[in-house]
């Protein structure tokens, strides 16, 4: 079974440092366009970042210059590393990315299970 799996959410202060991860599992031949999202209790799923298979790299002006988006291709895991984080960077953080699998001649959009991130004051 395909899935994005996230970790490394968690409870941190106002100011520092959480480094998420997103790996895919299962049998499919490429990853398209990764990317992180986030939900905060009662408001709609945003972006957060993106990054192509040639390293270019989109954020959400609410996050330039603290989180940095990456991949290791050859680990087909997406991290999200947040610095100088705030309280108002506390939602549920989602994986989300077109996977083209085996058999198939499009690719299929999917979403991780989301990881909490909580910035205390």
């Known amino acids: 079974q395909v899935q994005l799996v996230e970790s490394g959410g968690g409870l941190v202060q106002a100011g520092g440092s959480l480094r998420l991860s997103c790996a895919a599992s299962?049998?499919?031949?490429?990853?398209?366009?990764p990317g992180w999202y986030r939900q905060a209790p009662g408001k709609q799923r945003d972006l957060v970042a993106t990054?192509?298979?040639?390293?270019?790299?989109n954020y959400a002006d609410s996050v330039k210059g603290r989180f940095t988006i990456s991949r290791d291709n050859a680990k087909n895991t997406v991290y999200l590393q947040m610095n100088s984080l705030k309280p108002e960077d506390t939602a549920v953080y989602y994986c989300?990315?077109?996977?083209?699998?085996?058999?198939?001649?499009?690719?299929?959009?999917?979403w991780g299970q989301g990881t909490q991130v909580t910035v205390s004051s």
């Open positions: 990054i192509t298979t040639d390293g270019s790299t």
């Open positions: 299962g049998s499919y031949l490429s990853i398209r366009a």
């Open positions: 989300n990315a077109d996977l083209l699998l085996r058999g198939r001649w499009d690719y299929t959009n999917y």
